[in-house]
């Protein structure tokens, strides 16, 4: 009865309109009611208690270094680097959206913030060389999910604290599927692409080629300083948003000076208002976390879910298809903050490696953000790029499936993900 309740009165907000963060709320009072422990002050205390959390300084801090890096013109420049890079391959315009794509996820850790800068800079160009338009926002849509899976990933943040495992272990566990991710979308590229009668542009001359490196190569330090640094353990996860964010300012007011005084509260405003959604986000859904532990719910998964619990890849195939179902109505947050505490005993109770198991999981809800019809990064491309939602999906299809294929086949070979992980946080 709990878990009915706990389900339905989630879907029955979510069906009325309410804001998912509002939802969550609703929930929660709906199971305090269930339970007989309706107090008004538990609800406020756990919902300020949710966004009390030092790890989670870090999500305002890396969506700070993201808006800096669009305005301030380090974004432009990691796209013309790609361009000197691949743009002269046949279809290189969109070998150029998967390289600056790759590169700007290791800057921002923002999908969203990714997904914007390149339906700007990249889809006018593709459309004007000849490219199908619905395609490449496809491309441009699944290209902008790598950003969730690599380092700085916001969403490993968000999940390391929900699930209480190690930040920095997630972040270099992460890498290589981001890796794979981009080559499969480099893969699907050249196939659907090979027909096409498309005049890519002119090989940069070295001279050119070394320009463009060195124009972007304060904005490339960044990674190697945020990743060093946590290798290292010379910050933590929520300092290297710190770093991350006044390295931003720096770099685009002092040496690229892009970013004039004058747009500097703008820059704070957009970011405090997406911070402001992520944080309030999490607090909600605190209380949800909370009486769910209350009311012993996992455990009840747990007893659903016990013929599985002797085989761990048909527990991960059924874990990652409820995640897929859940991704289709779900935003990235609040999926993983509603799921994370109800899977995370089931996982323990299977003795599947936590942080394995949050590499897929992000990969599921990072694919989760171009599923429709909630897809959000679909829905910032469509908008950006002023591509019907039809068009977007459509072009995404063929990409999307490709993901979920690697996804699936990290689930059945699970040594593609814990054996690069261990080379880099051992």
């Not at 949710?50 to 870090?58: E, H, K, M, T, V």
């Not at 890498?175 to 499969?184: D, E, Q, R, S, V």
């Not at 607090?283 to 879910?305: D, E, G, H």
């Not at 171009?370 to 072009?395: C, E, F, H, Q, Y």
Request: with cysteine; charged share 10%; aromatic share 8%.
């Amino acid at each position: 009865m709990t878990l009915f309740v706990f389900v339905g009165s989630l879907l029955g907000a979510m069906a009325l309109g309410i804001p998912i963060s509002f939802a969550l709320l609703v929930c929660g009072a709906a199971l305090m009611w269930q339970l007989d422990m309706m107090d008004a002050q538990i609800l406020a205390q756990n919902v300020i208690n949710g966004a009390d959390s030092y790890p989670l300084l870090a999500v305002p801090f890396f969506l700070l270094a993201g808006e800096v890096m669009n305005v301030g013109g380090l974004s432009r420049r990691i796209v013309d680097l790609a361009l000197a890079l691949v743009g002269h391959i046949k279809g290189g315009l969109g070998y150029v959206t998967i390289v600056a794509a790759c590169l700007l996820a290791a800057l921002s850790g923002s999908a969203v913030a990714d997904a914007a800068a390149l339906s700007t800079l990249l889809l006018p160009m593709m459309e004007r060389a000849g490219h199908d338009r619905a395609r490449s926002a496809g491309l441009i849509a699944s290209a902008g999910i790598i950003a969730p899976v690599v380092p700085p990933s916001i969403g490993f943040v968000v999940f390391g604290v929900a699930a209480n495992v190690s930040i920095s272990k997630l972040f270099f566990a992460g890498i290589f599927p981001g890796i794979m991710l981009a080559a499969t979308l480099w893969v699907t590229w050249a196939w659907l692409v090979r027909r096409e009668n498309v005049a890519s542009p002119p090989r940069k001359s070295a001279k050119e080629l070394l320009r463009a490196l060195r124009d972007a190569a304060w904005a490339l330090v960044l990674p190697f300083i945020i990743i060093i640094g946590l290798k290292m353990g010379v910050f933590t996860p929520t300092e290297a948003g710190v770093v991350a964010a006044v390295y931003a300012l720096v770099v685009a007011t002092l040496v690229y000076r892009e970013l004039k005084p004058s747009q500097l509260f703008g820059v704070l405003v957009a970011a405090a208002r997406t911070s402001a959604v992520v944080m309030f986000v999490v607090a909600a859904a605190a209380v949800s976390a909370w009486l769910i532990t209350v009311a012993n719910i996992p455990s009840q998964v747990v007893s659903l879910l016990q013929p599985l619990l002797g085989n761990q890849t048909l527990l991960m195939i059924g874990i990652m298809v409820l995640v897929m179902i859940v991704g289709t109505a779900l935003d990235m947050t609040p999926t993983i903050l509603i799921l994370t505490p109800v899977l995370m005993p089931l996982v323990t109770a299977a003795g599947i490696d936590p942080i394995y198991f949050g590499v897929l999981f992000m990969i599921n809800n990072a694919i989760g953000l171009i599923t429709p019809p909630v897809g959000v990064v679909l829905n910032t491309v469509a908008g950006v790029g002023r591509v019907s939602m039809d068009a977007v999906t459509k072009g995404v299809l063929p990409f999307m499936l490709m993901q979920f294929i690697v996804m699936f086949a990290m689930v059945l070979f699970p040594k593609l993900v814990t054996v690069p992980a261990h080379w880099f946080y051992k």
